[in-house]
């Protein structure tokens, strides 16, 4: 087996090393995602509502892969950092072969039960029949983003976190000119629509997989083949399974929970839900550093966890605070701030800015408690504590997020801004407990790698 890395990653790896390109990559993203949408738009807005509805089902799908997906970061990371690399080629072989055959299923699903599906969700006429054509053509092939996670979490945990960021950029251009060259371009006598842009996706997502396969070989990480799987390590696909089932449990908690929530705000008109809307897209490029810092700790967690290196990866967690915590807090009060003018690129309607700029105040208290969570969950999960955060999961959002919000903002009659109160307590609590689980080191000795040298708590 090739040790090969890009460096050893241990308690002196810097964290923006890591961090950084990851940063990048969520953020190109988020922006070429925005300018997909945009294109999209000026093609027909009936279209954009009809992909956003098949996009909406078939993100769920996509957290179903990430059962795996998550579960080969905390694996691969442990057993690089305990240095055991002759199981690396069949742990990579495992995860590869079974999210694969895993997409394939789900994507047979989905294409064959897309009709059920969205009488559920009660998809207007008018969008039906284009979500069913973006379904059959993305979801027949969701297969593909199956793969990438997996082979992008093994390329993370390796070191190589600035192939995603490149893969990012390509996928995205690939994709925008693809649109192009369906709506507007010279393939735009075909009359694809939907189905053009359909197209695009999975020419993208296609390119993406091999891209990761090729670097994946070039630099020597590993192999992939069935022999590292004969006989097949049940009991490795078990504990992955283990591990990646309540990552997916929680996820799939949250956006339940989230669109509750909306359902919350749908009933306060349409001033309301837009406000909604706009912030949401101004909060989400507030929230990339701390996600990316935190990504990178989980990565660097895991890997001290399998060294058996439990005090170095504690303060790891802790000094990531010390620099994400400030610096969300600076671009979440600076999003409040300048949110009177950046809310007028999406509306001139000033009753909207009025209820979006308290929005954006809440959530800098949002911010706050989610940078807190990001860091610490993906680190509890990376040292092997993946339950707990499940059970707080459900129980603060749940029992704090979202009966605070109806009874503030539907009760209490403080409309949106009342529902994302809601959300801060939320985040704000569930991240004070799993911080005081993590200073208490509760999650010491839970890892799945057994490595002698590891410390006591």
């Given at each position: ?66 059962i795996i997906a998550t579960a080969t970061s905390v694996v691969v990371a442990q057993y690089l950092g ?6 690396m080629n069949m742990i990579y072989t495992v995860a590869i072969v079974v999210n694969f055959v895993f ?328 991240g004070l407990i799993v911080l005081r689980r993590w200073c208490k080191k509760k999650w010491v000795g ?12």
């Open positions: 087996m090739n040790k090969k890395m890009v460096g050893e990653i241990d308690e002196r790896t810097p964290l923006l090393l890591l961090a950084g390109p990851m940063f990048v990559e969520l953020f190109l993203n988020i922006f070429l995602n925005n300018i997909d949408t945009l294109m999209l738009s000026h093609y027909s807005e009936r279209a954009v509502g009809a992909v956003g509805n098949a996009n909406q089902v078939m993100f769920l799908m996509i957290i179903m892969f990430n305990a240095k055991q690399f002759d199981k997409g394939i299923v789900l994507s047979l699903g989905l294409v064959f039960g897309k009709g059920a599906i969205f009488s559920l969700l009660k998809v207007p006429e008018s969008m039906r029949g284009d979500a069913m054509i973006y379904v059959n053509i993305v979801g027949g092939f969701l297969f593909f983003q199956a793969g990438y996670n997996v082979m992008l979490q093994i390329l993370r945990c390796n070191g190589y976190t600035k192939v995603g960021m490149y893969i990012s950029l390509v996928i995205n251009i690939i994709n925008i000119i693809g649109n192009f060259m369906f709506l507007y371009g010279p393939l735009k006598f075909l009359n694809l629509g939907v189905a053009g842009v359909a197209i695009s996706t999975v020419t993208a997502r296609a390119i993406a997989l091999i891209i990761s396969f090729v670097v994946f070989y070039r630099v020597k990480i590993g192999k992939i083949s069935f022999r590292y799987i004969r006989p097949f390590p049940y009991d490795m696909l078990k504990q992955m399974i283990k591990i990646g089932l309540p990552s997916a449990g929680e996820n799939l908690s949250y956006n339940l929970y989230q669109l509750v929530l909306l359902s919350f705000i749908n009933s306060m008109g349409d001033n309301a839900v837009n406000a909604k809307v706009y912030c949401s897209s101004l909060i989400s490029f507030a929230m990339i550093f701390s996600n990316a810092a935190a990504m990178a700790t989980q990565i660097i967690t895991g890997h001290l966890v399998g060294a058996g290196k439990n005090e170095e990866a504690c303060k790891k967690v802790l000094s990531t605070l010390k620099v994400s915590l400030p610096i969300t807090i600076a671009v979440a009060s600076i999003n409040w701030l300048i949110s009177p003018i950046t809310l007028k690129i999406f509306t001139a309607n000033q009753d909207i800015i009025k209820l979006a700029y308290y929005i954006m105040l809440v959530d800098i208290f949002i911010e706050i408690g989610r940078c807190l969570n990001m860091t610490v969950v993906n680190s509890l999960k990376a040292a092997g504590d993946y339950m707990y955060t499940l059970y707080i999961g459900l129980l603060t959002m749940w029992c704090l997020g979202a009966t605070i919000g109806y009874g503030l903002g539907i009760v209490a009659g403080i409309g949106v801004a009342g529902v994302f109160i809601g959300t801060a307590t939320d985040e704000c609590i569930r839970k890892a799945i790698v057994k490595n002698d040298n590891k410390e006591e708590a």
